[in-house]
């Protein structure tokens, strides 16, 4: 039976950086090489970073990651690397606009490829066939889709690769896998972080490797892109269900592990099937340690996947550090301790900025915050500048709370703008959800790290840290207070967030429904909820669309997050 050693490059690319994502890619070939790998495999458009999004109607990018595609085969050469079979995944293009039958939009001027690079050249290629066109993905309109599988003859073995979406998809190549005998199957991906989606991607693999007889090398992107976060998570799974390799999650990694897919027959190739030969090396190797990653805690993969997503948003995009107000309550003070833990508390600028209804306690709170996580820190008192624009407009209740909201982001952008910071909003899913903010006030700020984090959630969190932090032997980075405190906006005296809305536990409860699983309001009630709190609930979150599609985006990391996953009108009238 043959063996291979497998080398599976978790990798965190930049959209566009054609140079970097390459070097990348031959530092991951070098260290497979040297561990006595016969093959590296590398993600989704590795070459090119993804998403891209309309980058892929654009002919010239097309033709620059062309280019990094077609230079990178002599580059392995040079490094004395030709020998090593590197499977890498890129953007191909641009091409004559066509159609498969229904299966792309007729526009589309791209392909979405993993191409076999050996003895320097370009062996073979193989265009992704499925374009998933629901929840973040849009590639039905970007891309053509291929219409043959790839497998390669290596070591007497036959490699079949596919790109993503085409293991999720019933029939087209995976059923091609199981027609062509192949042994190994290797899955190129870009999948971004949900919570509780590996109770869905892993077993998944698990079920085609079982399905088709086949291993399944199953090798993710990882990092932060705009709002999306991919956890990396890569797997080898064999024929029997067994897993034999795990990369960890949010963090770059080379999996090596050895396989031994059952040998080549001498069947036909069949229809719709490419096959090519490649060489392998043919220096002995020494034996490789198991490398099986365990996940931690459902709460550390959440809390790693914000931190991962803010982390890559900011060092992407050349912020040097990162601003926010802290009032001492519960969302300032988790998204200090995630920006802390992103990018060092050096990094981190939090601003307190009272006015006559910020209670003592809460400036001591926000004070506390700052010592034990050690972010520079100071008090900008807003309560001159909030009485001449009250006076001079003759403002009272609702627009004059709103006045103090818009003044403290006034001063935090203005920080921004004066030494380059990236601004935060704190904002958690809830209060997106039901509007219960300002715009222009406590939503000003270019990333939001709580976004897709329910109220309840941001409390978990806030605990799960404290513990995590006590568990190390270190200081826990969020005051008690703050977690223990009824939260409040405190924009009137004695305010709590309960004044005007359900207590969170129900509100969250009623959120899920009508958000996440889209039930309607007597859906909802049929559940059992009092149908005065639902229509209340269900109102506020119809008539916040408005706010939503002018916020800042912030990391992804449910299945239904608004933005990308949830998009609807702002002018209607809703029914149920």
């Not at 220096?283 to 990653?293: F, K, L, M, S, Y």
């Not at 365990?294 to 996947?305: F, H, M, V």
């Not at 900011?314 to 920006?339: T, Y």
Request: hydrophobic fraction near 40%.
């Amino acid at each position: 039976m043959p063996r291979l050693r497998l080398a599976l490059s978790q990798a965190n690319p930049l959209v566009g950086d054609f140079a970097g994502n390459t070097e990348k890619i031959l530092a991951a070939a070098h260290a497979a090489w040297d561990a006595g790998a016969d093959l590296l495999l590398t993600g989704e458009m590795a070459i090119s970073g993804y998403p891209i999004e309309d980058l892929a109607a654009q002919p010239s990018f097309l033709r620059a990651a062309r280019a990094a595609v077609d230079a990178l085969p002599a580059r392995l050469v040079a490094e004395g690397l030709g020998d090593l079979v590197v499977v890498v995944g890129h953007p191909d293009g641009p091409f004559e606009p066509r159609l498969l039958g229904s299966s792309n939009a007729p526009t589309a001027i791209a392909q979405n490829c993993a191409s076999v690079i050996q003895g320097g050249e370009i062996r073979a290629r193989y265009a992704k066939h499925h374009l998933p066109n629901y929840a973040v993905f849009d590639e039905y309109r970007t891309f053509i889709p291929g219409d043959e599988l790839l497998v390669v003859r290596i070591k007497g073995a036959d490699v079949a690769v596919i790109v993503c979406e085409d293991l999720w998809r019933d029939g087209g190549p995976v059923g091609r896998v199981l027609e062509a005998d192949a042994g190994l199957l290797l899955v190129l991906n870009a999948s971004p972080y949900e919570r509780d989606k590996d109770e869905v991607r892993l077993p998944l693999v698990t079920r085609r490797a079982v399905e088709t007889d086949t291993i399944v090398a199953y090798v993710n992107i990882v990092g932060g892109q705009d709002d999306l976060v991919f956890d990396g998570d890569s797997v080898v799974v064999d024929g029997s269900g067994t897993i034999l390799a795990r990369a960890p999650q949010f963090r770059e990694h080379l999996l090596l592990v050895d396989v031994d897919p059952a040998p080549a027959g001498d069947q036909v190739v069949p229809v719709a099937v490419q096959r090519v030969t490649v060489e392998a090396r043919s220096d002995e190797v020494g034996p490789i340690a198991r490398d099986v990653a365990e996940l931690p805690d459902d709460r550390e993969q959440l809390w790693n996947a914000l931190v991962l997503g803010l982390r890559d948003y900011v060092q992407k995009n050349g912020f040097p550090s990162v601003v926010l107000g802290v009032s001492g309550g519960i969302d300032s003070s988790v998204c200090a301790a995630i920006a802390a833990d992103a990018i060092g508390p050096a990094n981190v600028y939090g601003i307190s900025m009272p006015s006559r209804y910020s209670s003592e306690g809460s400036v001591d709170d926000a004070a506390d915050l700052a010592e034990r996580i050690g972010f520079h820190y100071w008090v900008e008192p807003i309560g001159d500048i909030v009485d001449v624009i009250e006076k001079q407009l003759g403002l009272e209740g609702v627009p004059a709370e709103n006045v103090q909201a818009r003044v403290r982001g006034l001063l935090w952008m203005a920080e921004s703008n004066r030494n380059g910071h990236l601004a935060l909003t704190n904002g958690n899913k809830t209060e997106v959800s039901v509007g219960y903010s300002t715009i222009y006030g406590d939503t000003a700020g270019g990333f939001a790290p709580i976004k897709d984090v329910p109220k309840t959630l941001v409390w978990e969190l806030a605990k799960w840290r404290n513990e995590f932090a006590i568990e190390r032997g270190e200081t826990p980075p969020i005051p008690e207070n703050s977690i223990q405190k009824p939260p409040s906006a405190e924009l009137r005296p004695d305010q709590t967030d309960q004044d005007t809305l359900p207590p969170y536990p129900l509100l969250d409860a009623i959120l899920e429904l009508y958000v996440t699983r889209r039930l309607g309001r007597e859906d909802i009630i049929a559940e059992g909820y009092d149908r005065a709190t639902v229509e209340f609930v269900a109102k506020l979150v119809d008539r916040s669309e408005w706010k939503r599609r002018q916020g800042a985006i912030g990391p992804k990391v449910s299945g239904m997050a608004f933005g990308r996953d949830r998009r609807l009108p702002i002018t209607g009238r809703t029914a149920g």
